[in-house]
């Protein structure tokens, strides 16, 4: 199984953005889907995850109010939708899954994720 990231783009300061994650076959068949990223000379960090159910989210405080993850009723795709995107946001975001029993474990701690994404760039740039 493999992950497939989309939507990465170059936008302006105070911009949206709406990532996407799908399966490369079948539905997203794990406990836990999210979102990291890497900026340059930066280590990757959590920054949005969701449940299977749906029903518990867990977003950095970096991003509090500003992305929102959401899962499809199918479990085929996790989508992120960013926005008032900062320039701090510039980063290769990746697409993770694992079998964690929160998303806040798996967001928090890298150690927890089976399967990484190939990565979208996300550039926020006046």
């Known amino acids: 199984l493999q992950l497939v990231e989309s939507g990465g783009a170059s936008v302006q300061p105070g911009g949206s953005l709406r990532l996407s994650c799908a399966a490369s076959?079948?539905?997203?068949?794990?406990?836990?889907i999210g979102w990291f990223r890497q900026a340059p000379g930066k280590e990757r960090e959590g920054v949005s995850c969701?449940?299977?159910?749906?029903?518990?989210?867990y977003h950095a405080d970096s991003v509090k109010g500003r992305f929102t993850i959401s899962k499809d009723r199918a479990w085929d795709t996790v989508d992120l939708e960013m926005n008032r995107l900062e320039p701090e946001d510039t980063a290769v975001y990746f697409c993770?899954?694992?079998?964690?029993?929160?998303?806040?474990?798996?967001?928090?701690?890298?150690?927890?994720?089976?399967?990484w994404g190939q990565g979208t760039r996300v550039t926020v740039s006046s």
């Open positions: 993770a899954a694992g079998f964690r029993t929160s998303p806040q474990d798996m967001c928090t701690d890298a150690s927890g994720v089976d399967v």
């Open positions: 076959a079948g539905p997203l068949d794990y406990h836990v």
């Open positions: 969701i449940s299977v159910s749906g029903r518990r989210t």
